[in-house]
């Protein structure tokens, strides 16, 4: 059987050096962001994407569960307000508190769909 550990620690090699070289980044002093630290904007979105996207399939399969649709509502309104503060707060540098309560908040609404589809999906098992 073949070692995969030895490729994987490999394949991260490239990552963590053009992080620490900055090479992926653009030039100090150039663009809108000159003050050395990476896009923020780009930084948002990617954060975004990675939760975005699970929330979108969650709801998706919560939603053929045929839910109140006043708690359907509550769950996806919940969400929408955290990543939204989230957001803001990621590309303000607010203080560390506000983005992980917004953070904390925004998966409450996925724990909750996530846990109601197992419930749902326990019968067929």
Not at 71 to 85: K, P
Request: glycine share 6%; hydrophobic share 45%; net charge positive.
């Amino acid at each position: 059987m073949p070692q995969v550990g030895p490729v994987c620690a490999a394949g991260s090699i490239p990552s963590s050096y053009g992080t620490t070289l900055e090479s992926f980044s653009q030039a100090k002093g150039t663009g809108l962001f000159s003050a050395g630290w990476k896009e923020p904007p780009a930084l948002a979105h990617r954060n975004d994407m990675e939760n975005i996207f699970p929330f979108l399939f969650l709801g998706a399969v919560y939603s053929l569960l045929d839910p109140s649709p006043t708690v359907a509502r509550i769950h996806f309104f919940i969400f929408c307000l955290g990543r939204i503060v989230h957001t803001v707060a990621y590309l303000l540098r607010l203080k560390a508190p506000t983005r992980s309560v917004a953070y904390s908040v925004a998966q409450l609404p996925c724990f909750s769909m996530a846990l109601q589809i197992l419930i749902a999906a326990i019968p067929y098992w």
